[in-house]
Nanobody
């Protein structure tokens, strides 16, 4: 059973930055992919960024050049550095972990990010 605990959300003005963290309680952390998703009010959950076990990264077009995903296998933690934040980035952000086969199978409880204009 994978447990994911996010932290780092909050309220920030447009143009500001936040860094989200997600600590995973799983012994196979270094062999699984991790990702960040978000869900804004009235919208479906959407993919934001992902990082494979080997460090490959991919991003949603809406955040490319502004967000950076990274991982620290020694700390079982994945990060999402968010710069140049926009009001449209306001959402609950969820951390997710893949199985060894690459499908997302575990989710955190979410952390609120609010960007004011």
């Amino acid at each position: 059973q994978v447990q994911l605990v996010e932290s780092g959300g909050g309220l920030v003005q447009a143009g500001g930055s936040l860094r989200l963290s997600c600590e995973a309680s799983v012994s196979t952390f270094s062999r699984i992919g991790m990702g960040w998703f978000r869900q804004a009010p009235g919208k479906e959950r959407e993919f934001v960024a992902g990082i494979t076990w080997s460090g490959g990264r991919n991003y949603a077009d809406s955040v490319k050049g502004r967000f950076t995903i990274s991982r620290d296998n020694a700390k079982n933690t994945v990060y999402l550095q968010m710069n140049s934040l926009k009001p449209d980035d306001t959402a609950v952000y969820y951390c997710a972990a893949t199985s060894l086969y690459g499908d997302y199978r575990a989710w955190g409880q979410g952390t609120q990010v609010t960007v004011s204009s």
